[in-house]
């Protein structure tokens, strides 16, 4: 799905994406976004616009995590406002990517299908994951922190985790230490054991 108010930018967008192989959704608002969403349209990743009127791409995404079966959607943020100050408010809200334009048409295409990987590879992932800790977790946790306790059920160290979220090993930390003190847990063996349906 892309959402912007600019109509030119919007049908290049589709041009793009259906040239790559993508069926597209389109809303020139967020208020029209989350109607479709609302209304139960499917979308595996959403290209979101910043700086729209009557509701911002900021706004737009808090109201995305709130739709049941939407809060998993990957949210790539594709905008004229390049202020790093920007960039670091869509990534803490959950974005996944940040792109400013004018982007690079093939550039934009690998950040999708790389996002798009990353959600397979994560769904098949949930899998090994009890059903009734993850909803506890889900609700406890921030999407990062959930993230990264999945990284952790799975056996990575912070390290590992640390290069391939592209974060820093000392934030990886901070965000392991909120995990512990969140659910109340010693130490990552019982993240893992309390996640991990094969570890009981």
Not at 55 to 81: A, L, W, Y
Not at 140 to 169: C, F, H, P, W
């Amino acid at each position: 799905m892309c959402v912007d108010d600019d109509i030119n930018m919007l049908n290049s967008s589709e041009d793009i994406l259906i040239s790559a192989g993508f069926d597209v959704s389109l809303a020139k608002s967020g208020t029209q976004a989350l109607k479709l969403l609302q209304k139960g349209v499917k979308c595996d990743l959403i290209l979101l616009d910043v700086d729209m009127p009557d509701m911002d791409g900021f706004e737009t995404i808090k109201e995305v995590q709130r739709i049941e079966n939407c809060r998993d959607i990957p949210v790539i943020f594709v905008t004229g406002m390049d202020a790093p100050d920007f960039e670091i408010k869509g990534l803490e809200l959950g974005a996944s990517d940040y792109i400013v334009k004018p982007f690079i048409k093939d550039i934009l295409i690998a950040r999708i299908n790389s996002q798009l990987r990353k959600k397979s590879a994560e769904e098949s992932i949930v899998k090994k994951y009890k059903d009734d800790a993850l909803a506890m977790m889900t609700k406890e946790l921030s999407d990062t922190e959930l993230m990264v306790a999945k990284y952790i059920a799975d056996g990575l160290s912070n390290q590992e985790i640390a290069e391939r979220t592209n974060y820093s090993y000392a934030y990886i930390k901070k965000v392991t230490s909120s995990i512990l003190g969140k659910l109340d847990l010693q130490n990552r063996t019982e993240i893992r054991g309390m996640l991990r349906c094969d570890l009981d």
